[in-house]
């Protein structure tokens, strides 16, 4: 599997931005689809945003559709998650996530997470 470190989140007032990243090693990193989820407190994990291996293809949530971009850059081996007009349930532990089936139904690898605090 690959490993995956997220870097980038933080605290930021709503309305405001964040850009996350996901740091990529131990395999060839273009063999994967990759993809950010996130859990808030009290609440089950769920699906941001997935992306090809390529890149050619994006899907996200409707929760975060026209606010959040993802993006990646295989050359070097790392993700993105570009998060703008953030709102406080936003608010969550995002998770970065990579697998070769391109839907990432079961993930085999994941990150540590990384925190996001948007504040009203």
């Known amino acids: 599997q690959v490993q995956l470190v997220e870097s980038g989140g933080g605290l930021v007032q709503a309305g405001g931005s964040l850009r996350l990243s996901c740091a990529a090693s131990g395999r060839t990193f273009s063999w994967y689809a990759m993809g950010w989820f996130r859990q808030a407190p009290g609440k089950e994990r769920e699906f941001v945003a997935r992306?090809?291996?390529?890149?050619?293809?994006?899907y996200y949530a409707d929760s975060v559709k026209g606010r959040f971009t993802i993006f990646r850059d295989n050359a070097k081996n790392t993700g993105y998650l570009q998060m703008n007009s953030l709102k406080p349930e936003d608010t969550a532990v995002y998770y970065c996530?990579?697998?070769?089936?391109?839907?990432?139904?079961?993930?085999?690898?994941w990150g540590r997470g990384t925190q996001v605090t948007v504040s009203s």
């Open positions: 996530a990579a697998d070769p089936d391109v839907r990432l139904l079961r993930p085999g690898s």
């Open positions: 992306i090809s291996y390529s890149g050619d293809s994006k």
